[in-house]
Each structure stands twice: as C-alpha cells, then as structure tokens.
C-alpha cells in the first residue's frame, strides 16, 4: 500500500467516524413542537413524557411519539332515535384536547388511534341516550337543551380516557321525510289558525265601531230632539227654516196654501 493510499484510507475512516457521529448526534435530540407532548418509547414501552422544546433521548434504542394537545374539531354522523321513536340523523361537531399529563396513559391504552376507539363510540352512545329523552318536536324546539345534555354526557365518558370536552355543537338535526311533512303542514295549519283568529278580530273591531257609531247618532238625534222640544218646537222649527230661506217666494201657490213661514192666526 502506498503512502497515497495510506492517506486515502485514513480521511476515509475519519470521514465515516464524522458520519457515525453526526448520526448519533442527530438520533439523540428531540424536538417537540408547540402544543404537543413527546411520548417517549424505549424499546416501544412508554417510559416518559417529553414537554415543548429541546430534549434528548438514547440513539436507536428510544423513540418518540408527538401527540397533538391543543384544541382538535372532528365531525360526527351520529343515528338515534326519539322518545316517539322517530329516526333522528344528526352531526355532531366536537372541540376537544387531551389532557398533557395523561399523554402517556392515553398511548399505553389505545395508542394513536383514540379518534376511532373513544371519541367517536362516545359521541354515538351520548346521542342516542339523550336524544331518546325528548320527542323530535321537542328536539327542534329545546335544541340548546338537547345539545348541552349532550356535552355533559359526552364530558363525562371521555374524562375517564382524560380527553377534555370543550365545546359540542349540534350541525345538524335530520328527520324522516313523513315527520318533516307533518311538521310542515302543523305549520300551515297553525298559520292559517292564526289568520283566522286576526280575521275574526278584524270582523269584531269593525262591529264595535258600527255599534259605537250607531250609539253616537242615536244620542245625537236624542240630544237634537230635546233641545227642539225645550226651544219651542214648531217655533224653532221654523226659525232654522227661516234661517236657510233665500228671501225668495215660490212663483206659484197652491190653492188654499199659505205664505211660507207667516203664521197669520196668532
């Protein structure tokens, strides 16, 4: 081996010792990222729970798995029945987080897949029991009720996996087409009700204001008569004659007819 050769073999070595430990350097840190806990795994057993930040852990033989703990919104389809067993079909929004310090004891029992194996049976199973207390008209009408008996239900079941409920949110509430046709005609029919009440009022109003009126020029006329009575009578009747007289007499007189407003006998 040349002397050349010699130097060759020696930057290769150095070469691959650099790599072996820039590698194991590199396989050491950890980074967890803002909003997760880092599981970490030796040997695939979970042995601690890493904080945001830098960390380190032992090359080849320790892993870890970021779990996400801020706030995460899913989407459920969840199918139930009411208290009139009528088929309700409904989405449920769900606004959740895992609780930092159970990262761990989450992983240990159901690993990354708690979506599938709690949150989404929980959602199911909550529907159903509260939904199966209100009739579907009650379910449109006492919808916020129904959505927090809802979120203390399902509050309750994930706690025990310490997931945390933050919000629930009812999208959306879907009945059978032969309840919705019913709920539209009871409309139509409450509607029509109701025109009908205003028409009756309307016709009742408009009676009174007769009744009124008829009243009014009935105490007119009365009020008229006695005062005609009281002024004299035939007297005062020809005084309000002689008032609106235009001083003009007729062209022809009728045979034994007298002048107009001249009383000759007193």
Same mark, same amino acid.
């Given at each position: ?16 010792? %650099? ?22 795994? +030796? ?5 601690d729970v890493r904080s945001e930040g830098l960390s380190f852990k032992i090359p080849f033989m320790q892993g870890v798995r970021g779990f996400d703990v801020k706030t995460?919104?899913? =989407? ?5 029945? *009411?208290? !009139? ?19 761990? +004891?989450?992983?240990?029992?159901? %690993?990354? *897949?708690?979506?599938? /194996? ?16 209100? +009739?579907?008209?009650?379910?449109? =009408?006492?919808?916020? =009720? ?6 203390? *239900?399902?509050?309750? /079941? ?16 879907? #009945?059978?087409?032969? #309840?919705? +046709? ?7 029919? =409450?509607? !029509? ?11 009742? #109003? ?12 009935? /105490? ?11 002024? %004299? %009578? ?17 062209s022809q007189m009728i045979p034994a007819g007298s002048v107009p407003f001249l009383n000759l006998t007193r």
């Amino acid at each position: 081996m040349t002397e050349e050769d010699k130097i060759i073999l020696s930057w290769a070595k150095k070469i691959a010792i %650099g790599l072996a430990l820039f590698l194991i350097v590199c396989n050491s840190i950890v980074i967890v990222s803002a909003g997760q806990r880092g599981v970490l795994l +030796t040997w695939s057993a979970v042995s601690d729970v890493r904080s945001e930040g830098l960390s380190f852990k032992i090359p080849f033989m320790q892993g870890v798995r970021g779990f996400d703990v801020k706030t995460v919104k899913m =989407e459920v389809q969840a199918l139930a029945y *009411s208290k !009139d067993i009528q088929t309700v079909d409904s989405v449920i929004a769900l606004n959740y987080h895992i609780i930092p310090e159970a990262v761990g +004891t989450l992983y240990k029992s159901v %690993g990354m *897949s708690y979506e599938e /194996r709690i949150i989404q049976p929980a959602i199911q199973e909550s529907v159903k029991a509260i939904t199966a207390k209100y +009739t579907a008209q009650e379910l449109i =009408e006492k919808r916020g =009720e129904v959505k927090e008996g809802i979120k203390v *239900s399902l509050a309750e /079941r994930l706690l025990i996996d310490n997931i945390k409920v933050d919000e629930v949110s009812i999208v959306n509430f879907d #009945f059978s087409d032969a #309840f919705e +046709t019913s709920v539209e005609q009871k409309q139509v029919a =409450e509607q !029509d009700a109701l025109k009908a009440k205003n028409k009756l009022e309307q016709v009742k #109003f408009e009676a009174d204001q007769r009744v009124a009126q008829a009243e009014a020029e009935a /105490r007119a006329i009365k009020i008229q008569a006695e005062a005609i009575t009281q002024q %004299g %009578g035939e007297d005062y009747v020809q005084l309000k004659a002689i008032e609106k007289w235009n001083g003009v007499l007729p062209s022809q007189m009728i045979p034994a007819g007298s002048v107009p407003f001249l009383n000759l006998t007193r």
